[in-house]
C-alpha cells in the first residue's frame, strides 16, 4: 500500500503548456506539502495545506496554483511552463499535532522536463 | 540565509569506513525540530531520525548514530561501517516551532559515495 502517491512519475512537456501533477496520501495525515527539488538537489518548500486551508505560500509564481479538494488529495497545476521549471516536484504529508513538528513522509517525485 | 549548512557536498569512503555528515544549522526559535532524510539514488526520500530541540540525547539505530549538540548548533550523523547501500545523498532539516508552520528547511545535501 502506497503510503503517498504522486502521478506522473514523469512528465515531459513543450514550453508554455499547462500541466497538473496529483498527489494522493492514505495516512489520514491532516497536512499536507509540496517541495520542489532542483537539478542541484536543493529541496524547496513550495505549498502547504493544513485541512484543505492553505497555511504556507512560499515566494513561487503564481502560474503555480495547487488545490487540495480534501485532506487527502493535494495537486498542483502549472501554467505556462517554462524552462525553469524542470525539476523533481515532491508531495510530502504529515500529521498534525498541536506544537509537535512530525516527521513529513514524501512521495515518490514527479520529474518534471520542461523543453 | 540559509538556516541549515552541509558543508561536505561530496564524500567518498570505502567499504566498512565510517563517515560523519556534518549539519550546522541556525535559528532564534527555542523549539525546533531537526531531521535526517536520505535520498538514494531511486530518488525517494526515506526518513531517517527526527530530534527536537530539548532532546539532546544521542541516539543509535544500528550503523548510524546521530550527534546533537545545541552548543555549536549542530546535528552530526555518522554511518558506522559503512556498505555500499549507503550511497545516497543525505540531507539535514529544520523545522522552526514559532516560525514555518511545519515547513522543513533543508540543508544541500550530502552526496555519500561508498566504494567497493
Known amino acids: 500500500d502506497t503510503a503517498v502517491s504522486q502521478t506522473p512519475k514523469y512528465l515531459v512537456t513543450q514550453m508554455g503548456n499547462d500541466k497538473s501533477i496529483k498527489c494522493e496520501q492514505n495516512l489520514g495525515h491532516d497536512t499536507m506539502y509540496w517541495y520542489k527539488q532542483d537539478s542541484k538537489k536543493f529541496l524547496k518548500i513550495m505549498f502547504s495545506?493544513?485541512?484543505?486551508?492553505?497555511?504556507i505560500n512560499e515566494t513561487v509564481p503564481n502560474r503555480f496554483s495547487p488545490k487540495s479538494p480534501d485532506k487527502a488529495h493535494l495537486n498542483l497545476h502549472i501554467n505556462s511552463l517554462e524552462l525553469g521549471d524542470s525539476a523533481v516536484y515532491f508531495c510530502a504529508s504529515s500529521p498534525a499535532t498541536s506544537g509537535v513538528h512530525n516527521e513529513q513522509f514524501f512521495g515518490p517525485g514527479t520529474r518534471l522536463t520542461v523543453l | 540565509a540559509q538556516k541549515v549548512t552541509q558543508a561536505q557536498t561530496e564524500i567518498s569512503v570505502v567499504e566498512k569506513e565510517d563517515v560523519t555528515l556534518d549539519c550546522v544549522y541556525e535559528t532564534r526559535d527555542t523549539t525546533y525540530y531537526l531531521f535526517w532524510y536520505k535520498q538514494p539514488p531511486s530518488g525517494e526520500l526515506v526518513f531517517l531520525i527526527r530530534r527536537n530541540s530539548f532532546d539532546e540525547q544521542n541516539e543509535i539505530s544500528g550503523r548510524y548514530s546521530w550527534n546533537f549538540q545545541k552548543s555549536t548548533s549542530s546535528f552530526n550523523f555518522t554511518i558506522t561501517a559503512s556498505q555500499v547501500v549507503d550511497s545516497a545523498v543525505y540531507f539535514c532539516?529544520?523545522?522552526?516551532?514559532?516560525?514555518?508552520?511545519?515547513?522543513?528547511?533543508f540543508g544541500k545535501g550530502n552526496q555519500v559515495v561508498v566504494i567497493p
Open positions: 495545506y493544513n485541512n484543505k486551508e492553505l497555511i
Open positions: 532539516a529544520l523545522s522552526e516551532v514559532n516560525y514555518g508552520n511545519n515547513r522543513l528547511a
